[in-house]
């Protein structure tokens, strides 16, 4: 068939959007060719459009070259088309609009199409690097359309409440300076200053604040930033973030405003309530409890300490690990004895190594026997008292981890905690349980760099309770961070700013910067706050997590138009790419390759 | 005095949006001191935030500590106010808040700071470099803090005009592959895959229009695009575009839309009601009219085609152009003989050669004697034929341009146009003049690359009438492009697209691209064509422009928070900055200054 052109018809409607109300009408809808069905003298097909699916339906009373057309659409094929909008014989239940169909009088036929690589329905499995491939066809798929339009609308929503909050959105730099800390930068060489790089932003933190020293007051924007970090299944070397800072403001006036927004979201587009406030949290009790600083509260698994219980019974590994100033920690897992066999128990000991436990104890209590893996160590009174302590009583299996480092038990434990919960079906997959974390640590000692690091930033403020130990005992205090944490993860964080340069220099002094080093990199906020600093604080979200969690995807990849692979490349278009030496040379750089493979 | 903290006070009110209204009432305010006035006895403190100014007001009936913290406040102090709003005594018709005062019974002083190196006040002038080096300062005057506020309002009418329209806003990749075509890219090395790059995009011109044929059928984006180019008052290295696209229509239906948001946007903005449909004109019309392919249309002094006129005539500057193939254009200054002397004509020939005229030849009328620049040359009856057909009278002032190169003679009496236009205050500067210019040529020659080039880009739809002459006469291959121009500017344009294959690979072609490399660089776009590809077409906006435009503004770099001056560098922050060695090492890459130098 020859291809056609518009000529003057025009959409009227979205396929998705007609209802029984509009049967009579005349309509004219745009779209591809789901699937086609000739069966002898009636043909019926499938229109999708980006609202949904619509069908189209020719007889022997449609004019014939109409019917000559339609018997040529194949899948994917682009038409147009014009008819009646009427009731279906057969209704559809399966179809949004499987009560009606349009009787087409008027067809044209604007784009055919080869049969592509996969077809075009969320029902066909298909390999990765072919959907990513041909992104094209897969974001035609409902499964992977829908969520990418509703994206859009949580964008929209979000602008909308920051906007009617006294928020402005303002756009900051995305060729910006190279500044330590934090996690690898992705460079720009600069063709005008030779020798001289950008970084892209891994976030807009410093020009927030910033605004706020401009006087702004309350900032926001949906914003990309870029990490030069290995990738995960919810990492993207770009990736999308919701900024905002206000001034005049403490921790709760943050928290506050942005519950509200989450009630928003959550209600305009999953019609789900949340209630606020949300519970807060230490970070001391999130990890004493769940062994983890974003914690699931969907269920209960807590964390025991029971190292007094066990303290000086017979067993090497408690003692030893109480006697190194650790701890021993257990859940005890209620009712579950009989699903939980011995093979069972030893598979999650393997998990439990993995977080660097040694091992992990159990006790088992069936109706019939109570075993235990430290069965000849703890006399039966030690037992009991373990027991007592822990609650166990028939039925239930206890797990405990004992280690030298608290840090260990919590991940492991924590670990342990999730798995069994996902094992064993006891999270509600319907509940959105949000909390706040609080407290955090504002130091955290780092191995690799053999210094105090900065947990969440350097422009954190410290709690005032304890800035007496900022060189004391940089490990005991506390920030005023806190984060958003949705069914075990982590939404956004943030946390109240410092707003003196004098605090801000003793901070960056304790991180291990030089006075000169510090000047180097933050010298021009350090500066701005000389010149009049409201208080100030804020925090971003991780947007393309929440629309993940929002939907029920499994990754990031699934909310992100054009994502990047495993090996940060983006296998539609094929970039990273090599580029042509001219480009290379008016940069004043060069490939340096040897380097690579030495490493 | 001492730093206080806000304690439980919180703002109930924006100082710029207090009313007499509420008068009585008790209310809240923070923000920074502009002024403070002790008239002994009687303190007066201008605060100002976000929104605006209010008077504070002390007097003896304060409470000591707070008259005392008062007495103590300089410019840019922070401080958070609480107090009765009451009617001032003396009104002051310069202040939006003019008629009213806070009579402050509470005061937190929660930032001092030092005596800035500018005064935060519009009126006083200051060097930009101090300006941009102390951004944060400049931002908190009104004139630079407006616009960016604004901004945001734009930017948010803009998103929900397009939502509301059925559009989505589809984020696309940051890190993409460079293109050949276009300006020169940005590039950001992969550390992953050493030796290969990403660019930085210039705009999302591919991956909107995949996003068509991923049957997203609308799609919009306010989005940051790069191009390394050098720097020119309205160019920056990193700048925003409003971009858009849309399947299933025409050229008109995409100006209507586009119309429609225009309308609104200055309606609700500035409270002008912008006439639609715009005027369109092709582009021929438009540099025959107006020397311009984005005439201002606000004032006359159209061009005139006088060749045929002085065709044979004596004067060898005009015969001579003609006879290469040229032509003799000019312009007819009404009734200015008297304000445009000699020296002043002599100052626009200047004009007139920096743009390749050999000369300016000129014909001035006044009562009492004329006067020509080719007095010698012309017979008086070739002089009085010229004058009758420009429509010289008696006070008109007639300039001339002749060249063998039509668009010489365009380029120069455009400019003379504008220059005569401004010296002579003929722009009304309240009028917003629309229009769209159409019919683009698609191809135009480059004498750098010794070849055609596209002057919209490769993926324009050509006209189809002109198809026969894309190999034999592309020069005269008009496209289906189209700009939207305001008062003499280019604020948007944008396209039909190609959306088939053969006629996308037959003009790469054109272009002198090898099958190869088309496939290399287009390869995954003509791939897509295959598998169906409605019709589509869209544009996109500069979106600093509109809003330097439509504020008035004389630089875009007053309608961006934090813009990059000459050098591509950022004043505040010193970026680009060096790198350390091991950041280089880790991208595969080293500096390659020599190469730079020999240049």
């Known amino acids: 068939m020859a291809l056609e052109k518009m000529g003057t018809l025009r959409r009227t409607d979205y396929c998705g959007e007609l209802t029984p109300a509009r049967v009579g009408d005349t309509v004219t809808v745009a779209g591809s060719i789901a699937k086609s069905r000739d069966l002898g003298g009636v043909i019926f097909a499938d229109l ?16 014939k070259q109409v019917f000559a057309k339609a018997a040529s659409l194949k899948s994917e094929y682009v038409v147009m088309a014009q008819g009646l909008l009427r009731r279906r014989e ?14 087409v009088t008027e067809l044209r036929l604007l784009s ?24 094209y066809l897969d974001l035609r798929r409902e499964g992977m359309h829908r969520p990418i339009v509703l994206r859009s609308k949580i964008a929209q929503l979000i602008r909308n409440y920051y906007c009617d909050n006294h928020f402005c959105e303002i756009e900051t730099p995305m060729l910006i300076k190279s500044t330590p800390e934090g996690a690898r930068d992705y460079l720009v060489p600069s063709r005008v200053q030779p020798g001289h790089f950008y970084a892209l932003p891994q976030s807009p933190q410093l020009y927030k604040q910033i605004l706020m020293l401009s006087g702004f007051d309350r900032y926001f924007q949906i914003v990309r930033c870029f990490r030069d970090e290995d990738l995960r299944a919810d990492r993207q070397p770009e990736f999308t973030q919701v900024d905002m800072e206000m001034s005049f403001v403490e921790e709760e006036d ?59 019974c017979g067993f090497g590994v408690f003692t030893g690990a109480l006697e190194a100033g650790g701890s021993v920690r257990c859940i005890n897992v209620k009712g579950m ?5 011995r093979k069972e128990i030893d598979k999650l000991a393997e998990v439990a190594k993995t977080y660097g436990a040694k091992g992990l104890a159990y006790i088992r209590c069936t109706a019939e026997s109570e075993t235990s893996s430290f069965e000849k160590f703890l006399a039966p009174e030690e037992k009991a008292a373990l027991r007592a302590a822990a609650g166990v009583e028939t039925g239930d299996v206890l797990l405990a ?67 007496d130990k900022v060189e004391t005992d940089p490990g005991s205090v506390r920030a005023r961070a806190y984060d958003m944490v949705l069914n075990g993860c ?6 109240m700013r410092i707003n003196d340069p004098a605090l801000q220099n003793r901070m960056l002094k304790a991180l291990g910067f030089t006075e000169e080093r510090a000047r180097e990199s933050f010298g021009f906020l350090t500066d701005a706050y000389r010149y009049g600093a409201p208080p100030h604080g804020g925090m971003a979200f991780g947007f393309d997590r929440l629309v993940m969690l929002m939907l029920k995807k499994d990754s ?23 580029v042509e030496e001219k480009q290379l040379r008016e940069l004043s750089i060069a490939l340096d390759l040897k380097e690579a493979k030495e490493d």
């Open 556 to 578: 990031i990849r699934d909310v992100i138009a054009f994502p990047k692979v495993q090996n940060a490349g983006e296998p539609m278009s094929g970039c990273p790419e090599t």
């Open 48 to 63: 999708r459009d980006t609202t949904g699916i619509l069908q189209l339906a020719f007889d022997d009373g449609t004019d």
């Open 254 to 312: 943050i928290e506050t405003m942005n519950e509200g927004l989450i009630k928003k979201l959550f209600k305009e587009i999953l019609d789900v309530e949340v209630e606020t406030p949300f519970p807060r949290m230490p970070y001391a009790e999130a990890m004493a409890r769940f062994g983890s600083d974003k914690p699931d509260t969907r269920f209960g698994l807590e964390l025991q300490d029971v190292s007094d219980a066990v303290r000086g």
């Open 90 to 103: 057969s209704v559809n239940k399966a179809l949004a609009t499987g009560e009606i169909e349009l009787y």
């Open 337 to 341: 004895a009989d699903k939980m066999s």
């Open 112 to 135: 055919e199409a080869e049969t592509p690589p996969f077809e075009v329905r969320d029902e066909v499995k298909v390999k990765d690097e072919l959907r990513l491939k041909y992104r």
């Open 490 to 495: 982590e939404v956004g964080g943030g946390s």
């Open 401 to 467: 981890v004992a280690d030298a480092k608290n840090d260990v038990v919590f991940a492991a434990l924590g670990a342990l905690r999730l798995e069994i919960a996902k094992k064993y079906g006891l999270i509600d997959p319907d509940k959105f349980n949000f909390l706040w974390v609080t407290d955090f640590p504002f130091f955290e000692y780092s191995e690799e760099e053999g210094r105090f690091m900065a947990k969440h930033h350097p422009f954190t403020l410290p709690n005032e309770e304890d800035l």
